[in-house]
Nanobody, 123 residues
Framework: QVQLVESGGGLVQGGGSLRLSCAAS????????MGWFRQAPGKEREFVAA????????YYADSVKGRFTISSDNAKNTVYLQMNSLKPEDTAVYYC????????????????WGQGTQVTVSS
């Protein structure tokens, strides 16, 4: 059974940093596209960042570009999201997702999802 488990969320003051982790199990996602999405209360799930292992390309939402960095450790089958200079508007539940190939920034393009981890940024 495929599982994606996020961790690393929490409460942080504005301007602070957090690093989210997404541990994958059940299969190797070595050739998959991996992404991070987030969903704030009352809002739709939105794209944050993604990368394609095959091409080594990374993609970021304009709202996080320059502040967030997506990376991976293939040996640990883990994907990370380093979040710096956090703002209150970054508050949301953050989800890790995986897809056989990168198909854009829509959640519908991803087959596997984690349960989410809460990130709260205070002002």
């Amino acid at each position: 059974q495929v599982q994606l488990v996020e961790s690393g969320g929490g409460l942080v003051q504005g301007g602070g940093s957090l690093r989210l982790s997404c541990a994958a199990s059940g299969r190797t996602f070595s050739n998959y596209a991996m992404g991070w999405f987030r969903q704030a209360p009352g809002k739709e799930r939105e794209f944050v960042a993604a990368f394609t292992r095959s091409g080594g390309s990374t993609y970021y939402a304009d709202s996080v570009k320059g502040r967030f960095t997506i990376s991976s450790d293939n040996a640990k089958n883990t994907v990370y999201l380093q979040m710096n200079s956090l703002k209150p508007e970054d508050t949301a539940v953050y989800y890790c997702a995986a897809a056989p190939y990168y198909s854009g920034r829509t959640p519908m393009g991803y087959n596997y999802w984690g349960q989410g981890t809460q990130v709260t940024v205070s002002s």
